[in-house]
């Protein structure tokens, strides 16, 4: 969706309202206007779908402890704090940037730790590759595209495209927070079973994510 500069002649007491409730939205007065002409017309903006994503990504994790989901002040960004149960208590940042055209993708997930550990950086980036190649068997049997992944160093970076075109922003929401809530859950259940165990572990956990039958690839 393009945008354009108009002018308007507006009211300095309306103007000034207006800028009160953009300073507490924590967005600018143009993007506030836009919205409520949008919503006064019907229409469903970028910036209301990213938000209407988030609100459904958000509900998946509901009361659930170990997450901290932390908002970036932007509309196409969210981040989610897990806690690592290894030495030091690291945390695993995840966040979630999404895309104002759903053409090429709906956004991308990125994993990364602030640690200073040699040791852990290479454990989590052995954990990406055997999750992405677990993922990667498993996916062949829902479509012939593979995800796209970016992985270093106790970093990962994947982006999600949708498997339908229809999908409403509350399923994209509610898929997106599944597929986080699995990677967690895989990473913290390999770090913990004998080396033997980590890829049957992985396996069983994203069997079982593949059954909430995903909207995102």
Not at 13 to 22: C, L, N, P, S
Not at 101 to 109: A, D, P, Q, T
């Amino acid at each position: 969706m393009g945008r354009s500069v108009y002018s308007l002649v507006l009211s300095d007491d309306v103007i000034r309202a207006v800028d009160r409730a953009a300073y507490t939205m924590n967005t600018s007065r143009s993007n506030l206007i836009n919205q409520i002409l949008a919503d006064y017309v019907s229409y469903t903006t970028p910036e209301k779908q990213m938000r209407d994503i988030f609100d459904s990504l958000t509900g998946v994790f509901g009361s659930d402890e170990p997450f901290l989901i932390q908002s970036q002040g932007s509309d196409a960004l969210l981040n989610i704090r897990s806690p690592l149960q290894v030495k030091y208590n690291p945390t695993i940042k995840y966040t979630v940037e999404l895309s104002r055209n759903r053409e090429s993708s709906v956004g991308e997930l990125r994993i990364m730790t602030r640690t200073q550990s040699s040791e852990l950086l290479a454990r989590l980036q052995e954990f990406f590759l055997l999750f992405c190649s677990v993922e990667a068997v498993y996916f062949g049997s829902i479509t012939r595209q593979q995800p796209q992944y970016e992985i270093g160093r106790g970093k990962f970076v994947r982006k999600f495209v949708l498997l339908r075109p229809d999908c409403s922003s509350d399923e994209i929401g509610c898929a997106i927070g599944k597929y986080i809530q699995t990677i967690d859950h895989a990473l913290k259940s390999w770090m913990q079973c004998p080396e033997s165990a980590q890829r049957s572990v992985v396996e069983k956990i994203y069997r079982s994510y593949l059954q909430e039958d995903p909207v995102i690839l």
